[in-house]
């Protein structure tokens, strides 16, 4: 009988012993296997487009807002109100009114740089003003409001009166009559007299006139465009 009972008890030991080793070889199959199928799954893909109505996302615990500014491409309103004497064409920087300093009798044109003849010189030379005919002791207004900044005897262009009319605009009035003017530091209004007509020793030839210069920003141009009357 204990010979029955140890063979017995042998038998049922080694068929658990092998019921256990395929289990285990089971589950080492079943391990590998997900483990392959763990390290051939293709890895997430990012999206190709983002998602701007989604303005806010997340990173761990923290919060990314996004913001996104679009400036507009019309209907833009101005910060600051436009001056009343805007910008004009050729760098002039008014399109208001002037006054026109004597008469409307132009002698002589702007050259803007061609080269013209000088009666008194008897020469060809740059004529970088306006002349506008008078007679002897007629008034002389200021083309707007402004300061005089100088007057002073000049040898060619006889008395001159310096007037600084703002916007970086500044007239010379040449040919005035010596103790007829404004003093340097006055301040003018526009048509008003600045001083009367004398002469011009280099444009002597030609009558009694007023030679009118205007610079903007220091660069000669034509009076009547800076005056807006080139019409």
Not at 49 to 60: F, P
Request: proline residues 4%; glycine residues 10%; hydrophobic residues 35%.
């Amino acid at each position: 009988m204990d010979y029955e009972f140890k063979k017995t008890s042998k038998t049922s030991l080694g068929k658990l012993g092998l019921y256990t080793l395929l289990l285990l070889g089971i589950t080492a199959i079943g391990i590998g296997s997900y483990a392959a199928m763990k390290s051939e799954s293709p890895a997430p893909q990012l999206p190709t487009e983002i998602d701007w109505d989604n303005q806010g996302g997340t990173v761990g615990a923290e919060k990314i807002e996004t913001k996104i500014t679009v400036m507009p491409t019309e209907n833009v309103t101005e910060s600051e109100p436009i001056a009343e004497t805007t910008q004009a064409t050729d760098n002039l920087p008014y399109t208001g009114s002037f006054t026109l300093p004597l008469g409307t009798e132009i002698l002589k044109d702007y050259s803007d740089g061609e080269m013209v003849s000088s009666k008194t010189m008897g020469d060809w030379r740059i004529h970088n003003g306006i002349d506008f005919t008078g007679k002897d002791g007629s008034e002389i207004f200021a083309i707007q409001h402004g300061t005089v900044t100088d007057v002073y005897e000049d040898e060619m262009w006889g008395t001159v009166i310096v007037i600084d009319h703002g916007n970086d605009i500044v007239a010379k009035y040449c040919g005035m009559k010596k103790d007829s003017t404004v003093q340097k530091g006055d301040a003018v209004s526009k048509g008003q007299t600045v001083g009367k007509l004398g002469t011009i020793p280099i444009e002597q030839a030609d009558g009694a006139h007023l030679h009118l210069e205007i610079t903007v920003n220091g660069k000669n141009v034509d009076p009547l465009a800076a005056m807006n009357r080139a019409d």
